[in-house]
């Protein structure tokens, strides 16, 4: 059996939903006796109390400080010794923003694949300055086509990204789908208030204020609605707002800013929800598919859920989700009034939310498909 490391990899602070979704995966693959050791590599130590199922690797610092460590990352990433010993590294996509981006292979005879969770030229092209955005665009656009030209494999958390990476690749290279999970057991059955017709509470998690989010069409959309249900949106994660500011964009609607939450601040917040809210811009980086960590969340709570987009793991019509166009318009919230009203008369829906997430959303058998990619690479 080979020797396989997943690692992802940042030079600045690691998001909180990434190093949440790795410690989760790394638990699961150690529970179950899946043949994965998991890293996470960072310029700081661990933090205090991290999950030993998770190795948190500190690179080495360098005689150039650390402000060259987000131009020189992959150097910074071969320097971890501890990684040397594994026969395949399933890589979470760096970005290829760095001076030395072949440092990745120089004197390597591991395998490597990437992992990749999005359409990084459109995604860089979405969001900053005008001249963030071409020169980091530029970059990426020469360098990424050098790394994934020489990478052994590519695996993408959706169809069309898979197919995107291989495009920019530019060679024939093994690929494959693996979308994103959760460990449903960690999460809390918060379960949903039902819709009473006259107040609906609706669920927003972005931990950032990345366009494509969507937070901003969903809250002109409130503005823009006139009947009489009263419309409360919470919105949790950094909004450049303090927490506790309440907006009022229209007659009828009311947003609630809570900032970060996390454990049982972040389960009272949801318990309070009738309907949760997934991405809804995801058409500002040219995304039809997506896997996100916030949607599998949604369902593991038992929480009916609006998304603007092409769930892999979601089927058609699934009565528990309902789907908007991944555009520009203004969502109709009558027919998220209509949603939430028929999500009431089903009085066993946060039960069969649940189940569907434990049947087909936890990492477990996710893990088990990543293992036997990786597999094939090394023989």
Not at 91 to 117: C, E, M, S, V, W
Request: charged share 25%; aromatic share 8%; with cysteine.
């Amino acid at each position: 059996m080979p020797r396989l490391a997943l690692v992802t990899f940042a030079t600045g602070k690691v998001p909180t939903g990434v190093a949440q979704a790795v410690r989760d995966q790394a638990r699961i693959a150690k529970t179950a006796g899946i043949g994965i050791d998991y890293f996470l590599v960072n310029g700081e130590a661990a933090p205090p109390g991290n999950d030993e199922a998770l190795r948190w690797e500190q690179y080495p610092g360098s005689l150039l400080g650390p402000r060259s460590d987000r131009w020189l990352k992959l150097r910074r990433l071969r320097s971890v010794r501890a990684l040397e010993s594994y026969d395949v590294l399933l890589l979470r996509y760096p970005l290829g923003l760095d001076l030395d981006p072949l440092a990745l292979f120089r004197g390597n005879r591991q395998k490597i694949a990437t992992i990749h969770h999005t359409k990084e030229l459109e995604e860089l092209l979405s969001n900053g300055s005008a001249a963030s955005r071409y020169s980091r665009w530029l970059l990426e656009r020469v360098n990424g086509r050098r790394i994934l030209s020489r990478v052994d494999g590519i695996i993408g958390v959706t169809d069309e990204i898979r197919d995107y990476e291989l495009a920019r690749a530019g060679v024939a290279r093994p690929a494959a789908t693996i979308s994103n999970g959760i460990n449903v057991a960690r999460v809390t059955k918060t379960g949903f208030v039902k819709f009473d017709g006259k107040t609906l509470r609706l669920f927003f998690v972005a931990s950032d204020p990345s366009p494509w989010h969507g937070l901003d069409r969903l809250i002109a959309s409130l503005a823009a609605y006139r009947g009489p249900v009263s419309l409360v949106l919470d919105v949790v994660g950094d909004q450049r707002r303090p927490a506790g500011t309440v907006e009022r964009p229209g007659e009828r609607a009311e947003v609630r800013f809570h900032g970060t939450l996390r454990g049982p601040q972040l389960d009272a917040v949801a318990s309070e929800a009738t309907l949760a809210v997934a991405s809804l811009g995801l058409y500002r980086k040219l995304l039809r598919q997506a896997c996100l960590l916030k949607t599998r969340d949604y369902l593991a709570r038992g929480l009916p859920m609006i998304y603007g987009y092409d769930d892999v793991d979601l089927p058609n019509g699934a009565p528990f989700a309902l789907q908007v166009p991944n555009s520009a318009a203004l969502i109709d919230m009558e027919a998220v009034i209509a949603f939430a009203a028929r999500m009431a008369e089903a009085p066993r829906m946060a039960y069969d939310v649940r189940a569907f997430a434990e049947r087909s959303l936890d990492w477990s058998a996710k893990l088990r498909q990543m293992v036997e990619f990786a597999s094939t690479l090394a023989n």
